[in-house]
C-alpha cells in the first residue's frame, strides 16, 4: 500500500477514535463533525488507492464514493453525514446551536454506520494490497 494511501486511512482511524471520545464527553456535534471527517479520510484513501491519483478536493462523501468501488447501499448514509461538515459548527448554518441539535441517540446511529462504512473501506485495501 501506497504511503499516501497509509497516511490517509491512519488519519480517518483517528478522526474516529477522537470521535468516540468526544462521544463519550457528551460533546455530540464534534462526534459527528468526526465521523463525517472519518469518512472523508477514508474516501479519499481508498480513492487514492483505486485511482492512484492524488486526492480530490472535495468535501462530499457522496461524490468521493461514486469515484470509488464502495457499495452503493451506502450511499443513503453518506448523503445524510456529508452536510455535517458545516451544520456541526455553525450555528448560522444549523439553524440552532449544533450542542443542542446533535444528540446522544441520533449520534449514536452516526458512529455506528460510520465504523461500519469505514470498516468496509479497511478491509478492502487491505484486501486489494
Known amino acids: 500500500m501506497r ?3 497509509k497516511d490517509w486511512i491512519a488519519q480517518a482511524e483517528q478522526d474516529y477514535q477522537a470521535a468516540e471520545y468526544n462521544f463519550k464527553g457528551r460533546l455530540f456535534s ?5 465521523c463525517q471527517q472519518s469518512l472523508e479520510k477514508a474516501l479519499k484513501a481508498l480513492y ?3 485511482k492512484k491519483l492524488k486526492s480530490p478536493k472535495s468535501h462530499s462523501l457522496i461524490f468521493l464514493a461514486k469515484h470509488t468501488t464502495l457499495p452503493k447501499q451506502f450511499y443513503s448514509f453518506l448523503g445524510e453525514l456529508t452536510p455535517t461538515f458545516i451544520t456541526t ?6 439553524g440552532d446551536l449544533p450542542s443542542e441539535i ?5 449520534t449514536s446511529e452516526l458512529m455506528e454506520k460510520s465504523k461500519e462504512v469505514l470498516e468496509w473501506i479497511k478491509k478492502k485495501l487491505s484486501v486489494d494490497s
Request: proline share 5%; glycine share 0%.
Open 89 to 94: 459548527r455553525y450555528p448560522d448554518v444549523a
Open 48 to 50: 487514492i488507492h483505486e
Open 102 to 106: 446533535y444528540t446522544s441517540e441520533y
Open 30 to 34: 464534534y462526534a459527528t463533525f468526526l
Open 3 to 5: 504511503k499516501e494511501v
